[in-house]
């Protein structure tokens, strides 16, 4: 039986920290031993690679003091050939000194500075063709295991630490489905937004979906632009002689206009429906474990004047008022399936969790509740690439792979639990599950547009976007269904094209006049850039041994490895 989880903090730092290090730890022993590296023969490689890499540093060191060396060496020899000309005429002892000074520099120069530079350089080509004949033994040697690394190592290992947690092999129209149907999901959300990656997945048979987008939203942008002004003016000197003067003035205008800027951002949604209609949108404070600054003391005291104001019958305080003020949802349209959500256990774990800088990330995140939806966005998930690229293990040398794969994972793990601890602080959350997940049923592993999405920018939008553009795009795909589980997806590039535009701003000069001083600036305009690759989804595959996971990530392979046809056709819209 699997136990729920009503501490996040307290169950990652007694069980979950050390049973996910021995679970990526038996993980690499079964890739390793699955690949039959001969490690030994790694070792011995890198070891002469690294001692290769040493000595072509210190080559290069050398090198450099020694056309230091010559530079200084011909420099003397010139500065000698000048003195003799110089001193031609002078008694014969002088010239003669700097003739014997330049013999000597050009006898160092020639028989000892430049042949041992030429030996250098010769010792550095042959060092750095052995240094990359040694990496290509290296990879060749580690290829098989760097090939056996997949997609969904790490949510995998995830699964094997915390039962609690399930995820997809991918994002199926199933489960977008589910989302909709029984949580009430909106899927404008995605109206205005690319999807960078998506993982989606359930928290004991509730949904949930990590994920990155794209969005774009107008700004503004200051042009600058200046005139020079001339003019005469006559003045009258201290004589009293009248004379006349020229002057100048520079004149400097600036305007602002509209400037498409794009923001990425992660955020985890969970749908759950318990208190179904309940909306608040509590967002980070840095109040917790604070209670005796100052403000917090006044930030409680507004809370309480808001809690007594009658025009707010939808809020009244909860007995812990230290919660309230760390985890303020004063906003909140349902208190009493507040307070049956938010119970004092919830109250301690989610306080805990928003303390503590040392395992978990302290009080970074936004959570916001729109009825059956909530949504978690965490400071510390936006920094990091969650795409789960196999490709950030690969390695020439196994005992870095090694170190390296735990690494990461621990590092990626951490980020994941914790960005979906304060859903777990909830105990409601994990009792309540919904009908299809008790019982039973088959999920159609269909991929949705989610996944397109995210294959289309891991693609890369340089290769759908409208030659004009100028900016980025936000790609939206739609599917053509065939047969076999192939399909042709097509990709829409919406991006900005730039077209010149010159403003007159008037500006009053010291002429005493008004003159209009040209500002240049960029007007963005539409354009969109029109593709489609082709995508073979081989889930309906009967070979057993073959995991789903495994059988969608050959999409991916498929479309990363150029296995498709991509075409281009590119269109202008109109302004």
């Known amino acids: 039986m699997v136990n729920d989880i009503y501490d996040p903090l307290d169950e990652y730092i007694n069980v979950f920290k050390d049973k996910f290090i021995e679970v990526s730890k038996t993980t690499f022993a079964e890739l390793a031993a699955e690949a039959n590296v001969d490690i030994e023969q790694n070792r011995r490689t890198c070891a002469e690679l690294y001692g290769a890499e040493n000595s072509l540093d210190d080559t290069r060191r050398l090198i450099s003091r020694l056309i230091v060396w010559r530079a200084v060496l011909w420099l003397a020899a010139a500065s000698s050939l000048v003195g003799i000309s110089l001193t031609y005429n002078n008694e014969w002892w002088q010239p003669m000194t700097f003739a014997i000074g330049a013999v000597i520099v050009i006898f160092v120069l020639f028989n000892q500075i430049l042949p041992q530079l030429k030996e250098m350089k010769n010792q550095r080509d042959n060092l750095e063709a052995r240094i990359n004949q040694l990496h290509n033994e290296t990879w060749l040697q580690m290829e098989p295991l760097n090939r056996l690394y997949d997609w969904d190592v790490l949510t995998r290992m995830m699964t094997q630490t915390v039962p609690r947690l399930e995820f997809d092999p991918y994002f199926t129209t199933q489960r977008l489905a589910d989302l909709k149907a029984v949580y009430d999901w909106d899927d404008s959300f995605n109206d205005d937004r690319s999807v960078i990656f998506s993982h989606s997945g359930l928290i004991n048979g509730n949904p949930f979906i990590i994920c990155r987008t794209r969005r774009m939203q107008w700004g503004e942008k200051t042009y600058h632009g200046s005139l020079t002004i001339y003019w005469t003016e006559t003045k009258r000197d201290s004589n ?336």
């Open 240 to 575: 009293g002689n009248t004379k006349t003067v020229s002057c100048s003035q520079t004149l400097h205008a600036s305007i602002s206009k509209p400037f498409p800027v794009y923001d990425e951002k992660t955020q985890v949604f969970y749908g759950n429906t318990a208190a179904p209609n309940l909306i608040f949108n509590r967002h980070k404070s840095g109040f917790a474990g604070k209670e005796s600054s100052l403000s917090h003391k006044w930030q409680k005291y507004k809370l309480r004047r808001k809690a007594r104001n009658l025009k707010n019958a939808d809020y009244a305080m909860l007995t812990n008022e230290d919660f309230e003020v760390a985890f303020n949802t004063s906003d909140r349209n349902n208190n009493q399936e507040f307070a049956m959500l938010f119970s004092p256990l919830a109250q301690q774990s989610m306080m805990a969790l928003m303390v503590d800088n040392d395992f978990a990330f302290g009080d970074d995140f936004d959570f916001l509740k729109n009825r059956m939806i909530n949504t978690i966005e965490s400071d510390h998930l936006q920094q990091l690439n969650l795409d789960l690229n196999p490709s950030v293990y690969h390695n020439f040398d196994y005992d870095k792979a090694e170190h390296d794969f735990y690494k990461i994972n621990a590092m990626y793990f951490r980020a994941i639990y914790f960005s979906m601890a304060p859903l777990l602080c909830v105990p409601m959350y994990q009792q309540i599950r919904p009908l299809h997940d008790i019982y039973g049923r088959d999920m159609k592993a269909e991929s949705s547009f989610w996944e397109h999405e995210s294959l289309a920018n891991f693609w890369g939008h340089d290769r759908f976007k409208h030659p004009d553009c100028v900016t980025d795009c936000i790609l939206k795909t739609g599917r053509r269904q065939l047969s076999d589980g192939e399909s042709i997806i097509d990709v829409k590039a919406y991006g900005y094209r730039t077209e010149p535009r010159v403003t007159y701003v008037r500006k009053f000069g010291g002429d005493g006049r008004y003159h209009n001083v040209p500002v240049q600036w960029d007007e963005y305009l539409p354009v969109v850039g029109e593709g489609s690759f082709h995508i073979r989804e081989d889930s309906q595959s009967e070979d057993a041994s073959i995991t789903c996971g495994q059988r969608f990530r050959r999409i991916q392979s498929v479309l990363r490895e150029s296995d498709c046809e991509l075409y281009r056709r590119h269109i202008a819209s109109k302004a």
